[in-house]
């Protein structure tokens, strides 16, 4: 488990300061959606991200949390040629695409993590815990040492 970290995390604190987000909220989600790195989707693609309409995609059999009830979709999601194409995509996604402006608002006033994580689970994800489950994640194992 540790191995994934160490994987991750420098190419995750390097691309997430250039950003101004926090490194282990990177982190945490692609623990929690890959499984500490034992279902990549595609190619470096430990996020879940869906596909974002460029570059090379991987179809996958997934479930969401819909209408209150968790249902088995099929979706495209994105695949990458690195790692740090992945963790830039993450970062940019969430800096940069409209639907996640009250995500940052909520980051850069004032700074606290766990409000970070409870705006970004409301656009990032279908599951209602997901803010639960990332903050445990980040506190389990000491996540926020790389921020």
């Not at 995390?9 to 101004?20: D, E, F, L, S, W």
């Not at 979706?75 to 992945?86: I, N, T, V």
């Not at 705006?119 to 000491?142: E, G, Q, R, W």
Request: hydrophobic content about 35%; charged content about 20%.
């Amino acid at each position: 488990m540790n191995n994934f970290i160490a994987y991750i995390a420098p190419t995750a604190q390097k691309v997430c300061r250039k950003y101004n987000l926090p490194c282990s909220v990177c982190i945490a989600q692609a623990i929690l959606e890959s499984g500490w790195g034992k279902h990549c989707i595609g190619n470096y693609n430990y996020w879940g991200r869906k596909y974002g309409g460029w570059g090379k995609s991987a179809t996958k059999v997934t479930k969401e949390h819909l209408r209150g009830k968790w249902v088995t979709i099929t979706a495209k999601f994105q695949s990458y040629d690195s790692l740090e194409q992945a963790v830039n995509d993450w970062c940019r996604l969430i800096k940069e695409t409209p639907r996640y402006r009250s995500v940052i608002k909520t980051w850069h006033a004032p700074w606290i993590l766990s409000d970070f994580v409870k705006a970004l689970a409301k656009v990032y994800a279908t599951d209602p815990k997901y803010a639960d489950k990332v903050m445990s994640v980040i506190k389990k194992n000491n996540l926020m040492n790389y921020d």
